[in-house]
């Protein structure tokens, strides 16, 4: 990927060493300067008050006003005497997450958290747009890792690693060299790379759109599945239930406390080891265990966090507090039931707070329609069969999603650092 990228695009006649690991080579033309030539920190305080106008920041959406919807970012601290200022075209950075791009450029006049730096140009010979490339440039943010105080990752649950606490100071930032090419290739790099990677993020949006339409495809063949079978010309009846409805006269309705049991996870506090049984919670798998809590077939069901995503488990595992898992007496079949399990609207039995939650009565108190044994079976092979279908097509889309930002990351580095010559 990372060839295919530079030879797609010429290059600069020559080129000499930065001085800089993350930068590597430049051009001859261009220079490679201490962030302290380019720029100066905004130390402004907000004490007095003079903005009651709270700055947010994350990774998905840059800098936001604490206002909006689905803003991310730190939480509002009370006394907001303790925060910064922050003027539009500042590039605002959180110093504890900058190492996994918690930056953006601000449009806005306000104040920002005290972990936030405001950082504005003071060099003519800079263009902000460009240096905002060079901050949102991954090689960039992980060669601050150097200068990072604190604790760098941990294991969450899903196997998530997290960076916590990764402190950037002032004063490192100001000696780390960034890449100074002339101002008129910055304000042309600027330009290319807002051009690209627009056409770049279209194409990810178009399939990330195909994977939804993919999904919400499934969850129709596997709604009408176990509903309404797989015998067309069936004889239908009202199921009494409005998100089941009509279902074939043979079946029957049963609550999911008639069809199995539900049982509690328990934390796991044991030794974790490299190779062992499963250890799951709602967001998924996240480590192993040397030790199991069940053998056999069950469905896992989200208790806490996560609660609308079923699994369907047959082995040795264990399933912490977060997540139920459901026995199936002899005269159903598991599989059948976890499909089932799929269709419920979890967003109506959700409990109302911060963290999404589901009980043990409403789950046992939740109807399916139920077929005898061998529909269930044939149910069952013919879902395996669709669903492995979704898998492959989902698996292909994912895999173009996941080269088209890795030529994204590439690109942004190979142009703002001068690997390529933009036109």
Excluded at 22 to 33: D, F, L, M, Q, Y
Excluded at 35 to 62: C, M, Q, Y
Excluded at 366 to 387: G, R, S
Aim: aromatic letters at 12%.
């Amino acid at each position: 990927m990372d060839k295919t990228v530079i030879d797609s695009y010429p290059r600069y006649d020559s080129y000499k060493d930065s001085g800089e690991d993350w930068i590597a080579e430049i051009p001859t033309t261009w220079n490679s300067v201490p962030l302290r030539n380019i720029f100066k920190f905004r130390n402004e305080k907000n004490n007095p008050v003079i903005t009651d106008e709270i700055l947010s920041l994350s990774i998905a959406h840059g800098v936001t006003k604490y206002s909006d919807k689905n803003r991310g970012g730190n939480k509002r601290k009370d006394d907001i005497t303790a925060y910064k200022i922050a003027r539009p075209n500042d590039i605002v950075l959180n110093s504890m997450n900058i190492i996994v791009g918690a930056v953006g450029l601000s449009k806005y006049f306000g104040a920002i958290s005290p972990v936030y730096y405001a950082l504005y140009l003071h060099s003519n010979e800079a263009n902000i747009n460009y240096y905002e490339w060079v901050f949102h440039n991954n090689s960039f943010q992980k060669g601050l890792l150097k200068y990072g105080k604190g604790i760098l990752i941990k294991m969450g649950e899903g196997g998530k690693m997290n960076t916590i606490r990764m402190k950037i100071s002032q004063h490192d930032m100001k000696y780390f060299i960034l890449p100074f090419p002339p101002l008129k290739e910055q304000e042309k790099i600027a330009r290319f790379l807002e051009s690209r990677t627009t056409q770049i993020d279209q194409a990810i949006n178009l399939k990330q759109q195909q994977i939804a339409k993919l999904e919400e495809y499934k969850q129709i063949v596997i709604q009408n599945a176990v509903t309404k079978g797989l015998n067309p010309d069936a004889q239908l009846k009202d199921s009494g239930v409005d998100w089941i409805g009509d279902i074939p006269k043979h079946w029957e309705v049963k609550k999911l406390k008639y069809i199995g049991k539900i049982k509690n996870g328990i934390d796991y506090k044991h030794v974790e080891v490299e190779k062992g049984y499963p250890v799951i919670g709602s967001g998924g798998q996240f480590t192993y265990a040397s030790k199991y809590l069940y053998d056999g077939e069950a469905v896992l069901l989200g208790r806490k966090g996560t609660i609308d995503k079923p699994l369907y488990i047959n082995g040795k595992f264990w399933t912490v507090d977060t997540m139920f898992y459901y026995i199936c007496k002899k005269e159903f079949s598991t599989k059948f039931v976890y499909y089932c399990a799929t269709t419920i609207p979890f967003s109506y039995f959700s409990t109302d707070t911060a963290l999404p939650s589901i009980t043990q009565s409403h789950l046992n108190n939740h109807k399916f329609a139920v077929p005898n044994l061998k529909e269930q079976n044939d149910i069952v092979q013919f879902l395996d069969t669709e669903t492995s279908k979704f898998q492959i097509l989902k698996a292909s889309y994912q895999t173009q999603i996941n080269r088209l930002k890795e030529y994204k990351t590439i690109l942004i580095n190979q142009a703002v650092t001068g690997k390529i010559k933009v036109n």
